[in-house]
């Protein structure tokens, strides 16, 4: 027979064996982000300047810049927010606050689960038949913004629900309680209570796309643009104009990856310093939603 | 098959099913049923799902009175309860049977084309556990208000009024955009019933509101409702005898989804007329 000591001894050293396996695995993933940071820094940190961010693309290195890729990044982006958002959220208050349990929405919530894993090209696919094709949306910012925001929708869908389970249902209660009707309590009470958990989710889900490049190559966006898309405002009436969303585009991860497949060494350093921009804009995005989540979670504890 | 049914009409013992409307209740000074009827619980069944709790419950709620809920746990208390705010249409498969006539109007609340809503702005509720909005104190007691249009300056003025009925406001007064959940939970209590408060119920349900509290405020409570009965009908679920002995004119005795007897607290307690009530009050189960 062990004594109780030996087998307590036993117990601590696979303990100890697990926090190193632990420590080591926390420290492979930080290091290999280190280590990309580090090289895309040493190659791209030098090409980093004013003029890099307001110069077209052009065929001599050193004067290349990123400005329609950003540009066309942002467009994408706000048609991909300002489409994905509404919708996601909507769909997810409907499945958690109104939708009955049945088959129908045992499928519906399946489906969701299984979309978020569809491989991001297979978007790019459909996309290209349905929204250039079928709707005839041209390899334009709002196929690119819309493909974009189908991509992400279950993302914001599941983080909607998450955000609104979180809620006691005793806040439910004492809501209908006081004669609150089912929009009454969603308005006034659980949308904003689930704020953080909804905007945390959804930029994730924008930093996500911010980096998706199979899709919109496959709906055929442009790897070399030497122009802007139409100001969305006019000095003279009407004042503003939607032209924008039809113009071509090109995005950041479309830019790097152009430089990338030149023969020219210069190029490549190019596309390194697209990348730094890129990575700096992603990790900025996350450190906002950490921020966010930590802020929400002390003011509201359940 | 109501014989179980005692009503507080002591006068005709013979007629176990007579409406306990009258005032031909025994004591001599001002009986507690002189008052007239609020609501009136007629052959009342409520199944969730296939699974009957409630069974043929009869019995009258009067005006301005605090009517207790007694019985061991699970006899159906909280689910009697929400039955009078139609709480359980929240959730799918519950069914409801007979009738809450709910007066001056009689209208019956738990009828299908009666709307919950309606009946939720009359009857208020202050549940288990404290569970305040987690917003600030004023925009927790405003919230029913704003639902029914009380805007500005009267906004300002019921809040304040609500609060210092729930004997909160010399707490709160300079505190009102903290949040909730910076009172205590007694206060939170407090605060809770001050929602309930704020917009004149004409009813007010309690679901054992003293449990997750300690016996100083639990007092504070006790003293609220003997307060709130000369403005509004209180029914108050507890698990506590000597809570129910304190604070109500009636009780009501259940066991098993039955109301086993309904009477004045006093004669209940001293004199009860069901031997499993008996056995209840003097501890002998549940
Ligand atoms: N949502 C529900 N679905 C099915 N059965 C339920 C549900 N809620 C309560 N019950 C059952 O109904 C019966 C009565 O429950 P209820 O909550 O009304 O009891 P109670 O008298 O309030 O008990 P307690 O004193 O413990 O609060 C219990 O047997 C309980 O298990
Ligand atoms: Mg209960």
């Known amino acids: 027979m062990t004594s109780l000591t030996t087998i307590i001894r036993r117990s601590r050293l696979r303990d100890q064996m697990f926090i190193i396996v632990g420590v080591l695995a926390t420290l492979l993933g930080m290091i290999t982000l280190l280590a990309l940071l580090l090289d895309l820094s040493r190659d791209g940190f030098g090409r980093l300047h004013w003029g890099f961010l307001t110069s077209f693309p052009s065929r001599h290195p050193e004067k290349a810049g990123i400005l329609s890729a950003w540009v066309g990044t942002l467009c994408v982006m706000v048609v991909t927010a ?67 925001a189908i991509l992400i929708l279950p993302i914001i869908i599941v983080a909607t629900r998450e955000a609104l389970r979180a809620i006691p249902q005793e806040i439910r209660e004492a809501a209908y309680a006081q004669g609150a009707t089912r929009w009454q309590t969603v308005w006034f009470h659980l949308l904003p209570y689930s704020m953080g958990g909804i905007a945390t989710g959804v930029i994730i889900a924008l930093s996500r796309a911010i980096g998706e490049t199979a899709p919109l190559i496959t709906i055929g966006a442009l790897t070399y643009i030497a122009f802007l898309p139409p100001s969305p405002v006019h000095p003279e009436s009407p004042y503003n104009s939607m032209s924008w969303l039809r113009s ?48 929400i979670r002390r003011r509201i504890k359940w | 098959m109501n014989s179980h049914l005692n009503q507080p009409n002591a006068l005709s013992p013979v007629e176990p099913l007579t409406l306990p409307r009258v005032s031909s209740t025994v004591s001599a000074e001002a009986p507690p049923s002189a008052n007239p009827p609020k609501a009136e619980v007629r052959a009342l069944n409520f199944f969730y799902g296939p699974k009957q709790v409630l069974k043929n419950i009869n019995v009258t709620f009067f005006q301005h009175r605090v009517t207790a809920l007694i019985g061991p746990s699970g006899c159906g208390k909280t689910t009697l309860l929400r039955c009078f705010n139609r709480m359980h249409d929240l959730y799918p498969g519950n069914r409801y049977e007979g009738q809450i006539m709910l007066h001056p109007d009689g209208v019956n609340i738990i009828h299908p084309q009666t709307d919950p809503v309606e009946m939720r702005m009359r009857i208020g509720m202050v549940f288990q556990k404290p569970n305040p909005y987690p917003k600030s104190i004023f925009e927790n007691v405003a919230f029913g208000l704003r639902l029914r249009g009380v805007r500005g300056s009267e906004l300002q003025g019921r809040v304040e009024q609500a609060l210092r009925n729930a004997a909160l406001w010399d707490e ?109 009050i003097t501890g002998r189960f549940g």
């Open chain 1, 82 to 148: 300002s489409t994905a958002v509404p919708l996601g959220v909507a769909a997810g208050i409907y499945l958690e606050e109104y939708a009955r349990r049945s088959w129908f929405t045992e499928i519906i919530e399946i489906n969701i689960a299984n979309l978020a894993g569809v491989p991001s090209i297979i978007y790019g696919l459909m996309a290209l038949g349905l929204f250039v094709y079928q709707f005839n949306l041209g390899h334009s910012i709002q196929t690119a913004g819309l493909t974009l």
């Open chain 1, 248 to 295: 071509e585009f090109t995005v950041l991860p479309i830019q790097m990856f152009n430089w990338v497949s030149r023969p020219q060494k210069e190029f490549h350093l190019n596309a390194a310093a697209t990348g730094l921009v890129l990575l700096v804009v992603t990790l900025s995005l996350n450190a906002v939603a950490i921020v966010l989540r930590y802020r």
């Open chain 2, 172 to 280: 709160t007064a300079d505190r009102q955009r903290d949040l909730a959940f910076s009172l205590s939970g007694g206060q939170q209590q407090r605060l809770c019933i001050a929602r309930a408060l704020a917009t004149d119920p004409e009813m007010i349900l309690f679901d054992e509101p003293t449990s997750a509290l300690d016996p100083v405020a639990t007092a504070k409570i006790e003293d609220l409702i003997a307060e709130l009965k000369h403005r509004v009908t209180i029914l108050i679920v507890t698990h506590n005898m000597q809570q129910a002995a304190r604070v109500s004119d009636f009780t009501g005795f259940m066991f098993l989804g039955d109301l086993v007897e309904f009477d004045q607290t006093q004669r209940l307690f001293t004199n009860p007329s069901q031997k499993l009530t008996n056995d209840y």
